[in-house]
């Protein structure tokens, strides 16, 4: 069982960064896959990024590649999300996923948190 809590989200201007965190508990950490995916309004949930569980593979969608990086830290128990030169269509809410192997299928991924809202104003 894992419990992922993120935090980190509001409102930036454009061309600001912010950073994700997501704080997991869960006795093994450094098995699972960090995932984050995002939702905006009346669209599909969306693929961000994926890290394996000793941070050896590394994922990032075309959308964010080059402006957002995935990290984590397993002696915290952390994952985090720097996202830079940020768009007004990176608005959504954004969600920490726990999975087993590195992929950009939500349907992969077993455990899920709250969410939290990023909003980039123009």
């Known amino acids: 069982q894992v419990h992922l809590v993120e935090s980190g989200g509001g409102l930036v201007q454009a061309g600001g960064s912010l950073r994700l965190s997501c704080a997991a508990t869960?006795?093994?950490?450094?098995?699972?896959?960090l995932g984050w995916f995002r939702q905006a309004p009346g669209k599909e949930r969306e693929f961000v990024a994926a890290?394996?569980?000793?941070?050896?593979?590394?994922r990032h969608s075309e959308t964010v590649q080059g402006r957002f990086a995935i990290s984590r830290d397993n002696a915290k128990n952390m994952a985090y999300l720097q996202m830079n030169s940020l768009k007004p269509e990176d608005t959504a809410v954004y969600y920490c996923?726990?999975?087993?192997?590195?992929?950009?299928?939500?349907?992969?991924?077993?455990?899920w948190g709250q969410g939290t809202q990023v909003t980039v104003s123009p």
């Open positions: 996923a726990a999975a087993g192997l590195v992929s950009s299928d939500p349907n992969r991924y077993d455990y």
């Open positions: 869960t006795r093994a950490f450094n098995t699972y896959t």
């Open positions: 890290i394996s569980g000793r941070g050896g593979n590394i």
